[in-house]
């Protein structure tokens, strides 16, 4: 009898051995097909010329593949919305875990949640109809399909993903802490400062960095509103072409297994290699402050 | 004896499966998605003559098509553009050989704001704008105000044309701002009065104005006789020479009765 319950919990274990091994296959073999399809653009051009080229002319003749300004336009929309998105995310997320009340939160922590269920192409569409015109008005500027309005939409959807990671963070900070610095006669205000926030530091930054890498990988919105000028951006208000949107944009009409078609893998490479990173820091900030029971702080 | 049979059915069974699309009555369309209207209103009148007859048609561009015309995964291929010759060296390294249909006839209007006041503009003013050397609309005799260009992707083929028949050849300025669809310039443009644009004749509307070239209109007749500078012909693209239902459907297209008429009602040029 307890053979067959053995037996059994053998099978289970090596079912979701599987399981869990199919994701981490997949992932592999994602990343396999994106080196094999975007080396050979290596043969065409140089590795420094790709990455530090500042033109991209992907069709002409001669052409230029320089991804510069698209990564330079990768790297603005995703600064410019962690300024708007960071302080709004951590500052709602203390909020939400220090002082609202339990029935507000339980309230508002789901709409904000919900915010991160907007499908990207609406806030897109809404980026391009609306705040587009609305900023050509407001700021005078040539276009209002530029860096700002990417970042603005890019921010309200890293809101939610950095606002929900960083309440978790705060909320399990140990309660003993607040309560030893409330004995010690600190107020609430110097409490969360002086005491939550370093505890919950790890939470916060993974949660900031788990954002920005939801930013730079973001394709509908930048697609339809940053504008789309492979330029290095000199102010906010310039059109950009950040990676994602050039990807989305040119690879349906790339001839197949072209030198065009090669340079967007290598584009996604390039992509994957920032988000990897992001992750990876994100892991490593998120072991090393780790705060461990209560002595460490 | 027992063994010649077996192998005859295994036969007879790959003829059966590898015939595919041929038999099924079924006819897959990928590709432009500038072609996808005229290939849409055709393919809905198509299957109101022949109810038994199944279309499934998508669009992600003319590469796609092409990309998928070479692999085998459809029947017919629209395009903007003809055919690349590094396709035709993948196509024949597969075995098979690419025949291009004309279908249709495409106009690609320059377009602005409705509150524009300029209305014409020469080949040469067109490539100064998007060549960057012209920023201000002031230099062209309208209001001082900055050129807002705006341009496709491209790798699309009405870029590929408004390349070759405005720029001729030479480089669209890298501050050319780059809309995905020939929907989007037309959002773009409609919502911005600096904005310049250029779209397929077919997506022309009341949000945005077409302005002449070199003086002549962008319509229908100047585009037939030849006379409007920037137009292009639409193909459709078929695995060899086309058999079945996949032959039927391109006749159905190709008839001055039927699909040329919806070619028009979809708004682009028909051939005849």
């Known amino acids: 009898m307890s053979n067959i319950r053995q037996n059994r919990d053998r099978w289970i274990r090596r079912f979701f051995y599987c399981v869990a091994l199919a994701s981490i296959t997949t992932l592999f073999l994602i990343a396999v097909f994106l080196f094999m399809e975007g080396l050979p653009i290596f043969s065409k051009v140089s590795l420094k010329g790709f990455i530090f080229g500042k033109y991209w002319y992907p069709t002409s003749e001669p052409p230029d593949f320089g991804i510069f300004p698209l990564i330079m336009g990768s790297v603005g929309v995703t600064i410019v919305s962690a300024i708007m998105a ?4 951590v500052m709602t997320a203390v909020y939400l875990a220090e002082i609202a009340s339990p029935g507000l939160r339980e309230v508002v922590k789901p709409v904000v949640e919900l915010l991160a269920a907007l499908p990207s192409v609406v806030i897109g569409f809404f980026g391009m109809v609306v705040v587009a015109p609305f900023l050509q008005e407001v700021f005078d500027v040539a276009t209002g399909l530029n860096l700002f309005n990417a970042s603005l939409m890019l921010a309200f959807m890293s809101v939610p993903t950095i606002c929900s990671l ?26 969360i ?8 530091i790890s939470g916060i930054s993974t949660a900031v960095i788990l954002g920005m890498s939801r930013a730079i990988g973001e394709t509908m919105v930048v697609l339809m509103v940053a504008g789309g000028a492979a330029m290095v951006p000199l102010s906010i208000f310039d059109p950009v072409r950040p990676m994602p949107a050039s ?18 893998f290598a584009t996604g490479i390039v992509l994957f290699t920032f988000t990897f990173l992001f992750n990876l820091f994100a892991d490593y900030i998120s072991h090393k402050y780790r705060q461990v029971g209560e002595a460490t702080l | 004896m027992k063994k010649k049979i077996y192998l005859m059915m295994t036969l007879a069974l790959i003829f059966l499966f590898s015939a595919g699309p041929a038999f099924s009555g079924s006819i897959v369309i990928k590709g432009s998605t500038t072609v996808l209207p005229i290939a849409q209103k055709i393919s809905e009148a198509y299957m109101k003559d022949h109810p038994d007859a199944r279309i499934s048609l998508s669009g992600s561009g003319s590469g796609d098509g092409m990309k998928a015309i070479i692999d085998g995964t459809t029947d017919v291929a629209n395009s903007s553009r003809f055919i690349k010759d590094e396709e035709v060296k993948l196509a024949l ?9 004309r279908v249709a006839l495409d106009c690609i209007l320059p377009i602005v704001h409705p509150g524009n006041s300029i209305d014409n503009l020469t080949i040469d003013q067109l490539k100064a704008i998007y060549k960057g050397e012209i920023k201000n609309w002031k230099e062209l005799g309208g209001p001082d105000r ?31 701002l780059l809309q995905a669809s020939n929907g989007a310039v037309v959002q773009a443009v409609a919502k911005n009065k600096n904005a310049i644009g250029y779209v397929g004749i077919g997506y022309m509307d009341h949000s945005i104005k077409a302005i002449k070239v070199n003086g002549i209109e962008g319509s229908e007749e100047t585009t037939l006789n030849g006379t409007f500078p920037i137009s292009r012909p639409l193909f459709m693209f078929t695995r060899g020479w086309p058999t079945g239902d996949t032959l039927n459907f391109i006749n159905f297209v190709l008839s001055p009765q039927k699909g040329q008429k919806l070619v028009k009602s979809a708004g682009f040029v028909p051939l005849y």
């Open chain 1, 86 to 89: 960071v302080p709004l995310g």
């Open chain 1, 166 to 191: 960083s309440e978790d963070a705060v909320y399990s900070v140990p309660i003993s802490l607040k309560e030893a610095s409330l004995a010690l006669g600190a107020t609430q205000w110097e409490t």
């Open chain 1, 193 to 200: 400062i002086r005491v939550i926030l370093p505890a919950s």
């Open chain 1, 247 to 264: 990807i989305a944009a040119e690879m349906a009409e790339a001839p197949f297994r072209g030198s065009h078609y090669h340079a967007l």
């Open chain 2, 93 to 101: 390294g597969k075995g098979t050989y690419p025949v291009p249909f």
């Open chain 2, 146 to 176: 900055k050129v807002v260009m705006i341009s496709r992707d491209t790798s699309s083929g009405t870029y590929e044309v408004w390349e070759e028949k405005v720029m001729k050849k030479e480089r669209v300025h890298p501050g050319a």
